[in-house]
């Protein structure tokens, strides 16, 4: 694996964990809901019946373990990520990586930020990427 391509498993990780996150409050919201509503040819629809709560609830107690497992994994890359960063020579360059791997800024908001051009991002952040991969040998 490449060095850009774990510091990428950040964010695919974290949006994971969101976007379960949100399943499991729409399971939530569904399983509270009570009242059933009658169309105009009098059947009833959107009620549930206790085994259909019951289901739902297995499903949301399912999706938190998920959660937590995709939570510890989070830790341990980010805790990898961070000495990965730490380890670079240039405060310049440890501040791309923070910003753009961790506070999920933009190529264009970082130079900005730092007050250098979008060119010079891109090249600190390439030899950022080669010194990380020269210092931990399981990347390529």
């Known amino acids: 694996m490449k060095v850009k391509e774990y510091l990428r498993e950040i964010r695919r990780v974290e949006t994971l964990i ?5 399943q499991c409050e729409k399971l939530r919201a569904l399983a509270v809901y009570k009242k059933g509503k009658i169309d105009p040819n009098g059947a009833i629809f959107g009620s549930i019946n206790p085994q259909s709560r019951e289901d739902i609830m297995v499903k949301m107690i399912d999706l938190g373990d998920e ?3 995709e939570i510890s994994k989070l830790l341990e890359i980010k ?3 961070m000495r990965m960063v730490d380890s670079l020579s240039d405060a310049k360059t440890v501040s791309i990586f923070n910003k753009r791997y ?3 800024e933009t190529w264009e908001n970082i130079a900005y930020d730092l007050g250098i051009t979008f060119q010079w991002v891109h090249e600190l952040h390439k030899r950022g990427l080669i010194e990380i991969a020269d210092k931990f040998p399981e990347f390529d």
């Open 18 to 22: 969101q976007m379960k996150g949100e």
């Open 67 to 69: 959660i937590a497992r």
């Open 79 to 81: 805790q990898k990520a």
């Open 102 to 104: 961790f506070l999920n």
